[in-house]
């Protein structure tokens, strides 16, 4: 069936450091990719998606390209702040409106 | 506030009793997900609802679960007898509807937490 593989965390950082968390997924047909993100405390919010290959969802300094050929939509930010230290999950889903299939999630944890 | 919210936010129960879980989705979303979230894990999905209809129901979701949207409108989620391996987070999500696109975004609420003693 349908997966999403993460890279396992924790990833800890520096502030202004260079941040990759790799995705990696297994679909059928030509799914939707999202990356939510789940702040100490708070609930889980879109981040940025990308519905189809090649394109590149961002926000926030944020970016993922959905890359069919390697099946992976991994997520990068240039200089990442204490502020962005949070758990992040890589998500899909094969249809509109159905469910969402996320990976384990990765820890971020940025110091100053 | 107009996002999603549920209710209650933590829960604590002893194995054995039954448990009921509220969400109010966002009011003109039409979809309403079930999610549950086990510490260090993604959240797996349990079931969804367009309007009253429940459309899909996950594997994980045993007999002692059951999932109701009678209007439309607010979800409860009920866990009978319930057992230790049933504590875990439990989130709602809603989405406007079926069509692709940013329209279809699926808003989480904060969750419930369980704890079955």
């Known amino acids: 069936g349908d997966s999403v593989t993460q890279m396992e965390g924790p990833v800890t950082l520096s502030e202004e450091a260079f941040l990759t968390i790799n995705c990696t997924y297994t679909?059928?047909?030509?799914?939707?990719l999202f990356w939510y993100v789940q702040y100490p405390g708070e609930g889980l919010q879109l981040l940025l998606k990308a519905t189809k290959a090649d394109d590149k969802g961002s926000n926030k300094g944020f970016e993922a390209t959905y890359r069919k050929e390697t099946t992976s939509f991994h997520l990068e930010k240039g200089s990442v702040q204490v502020s962005d230290s949070a758990v992040y999950f890589c998500a899909l889903y094969r249809q509109a409106g159905t469910a969402l299939i996320f990976g384990k999630g990765t820890t971020l944890s940025v110091s100053s | 506030d107009t996002g999603v919210s549920q209710d209650p936010r933590h829960k604590i129960t002893k194995r054995g009793q039954n448990v009921t879980f509220r969400c109010d989705p966002i009011s003109e979303h039409n979809r309403l997900y079930w999610y549950r979230q086990t510490l260090g894990q993604g959240p797996e999905f349990l079931t969804y609802f367009q309007n009253e209809a429940q459309l899909e129901k996950s594997r994980l979701l045993s007999d002692r679960f059951s999932a109701e949207r009678p209007k439309g409108s607010f979800s409860t989620l009920e866990i009978q007898r319930t057992e230790q391996g049933d504590s875990a987070m439990y989130l709602c999500a809603s989405s406007r509807g079926i069509r692709s696109g940013l329209n279809n975004e699926q808003f989480f609420g904060p969750g419930t937490r369980l704890t079955v003693l």
């Open positions: 679909a059928t047909g030509y799914p939707s």
